[in-house]
């Protein structure tokens, strides 16, 4: 009786291996996917962010030109 029980144990175990391995074949290339996916939303995230944050700078340095250019024509009170 012993001996048939550690025959269905060593079979279980069998089964399961090969369940946990077939699961694993499956579920991995779908958790590389899913990593692609979202690593390519974060990228698109701040490539928007830098573009903004750039054309903010980029307003500034037009206000600064314009407004040096605007000073360098007020008449100095000397």
Same mark, same amino acid.
């Given at each position: 009786m012993k001996r *048939?029980? *550690?025959l269905r144990e060593e079979e279980v175990l069998a089964l399961e291996e090969d369940l946990l391995r077939r699961l694993e074949e499956r579920l991995t290339p779908l958790v590389q996917? @899913?990593?692609v996916d979202a @690593?390519? *939303?974060v990228m698109h995230q701040?490539?928007?962010d830098l573009m903004s944050h750039i054309s903010r700078h980029e307003d500034t340095i037009?206000?600064?030109k314009r407004s040096e250019l605007a000073l360098s024509h007020?008449?100095?009170s000397r």
């Amino acid at each position: 009786m012993k001996r *048939v029980e *550690v025959l269905r144990e060593e079979e279980v175990l069998a089964l399961e291996e090969d369940l946990l391995r077939r699961l694993e074949e499956r579920l991995t290339p779908l958790v590389q996917q @899913a990593a692609v996916d979202a @690593a390519k *939303v974060v990228m698109h995230q701040l490539r928007l962010d830098l573009m903004s944050h750039i054309s903010r700078h980029e307003d500034t340095i037009r206000r600064l030109k314009r407004s040096e250019l605007a000073l360098s024509h007020v008449p100095s009170s000397r």
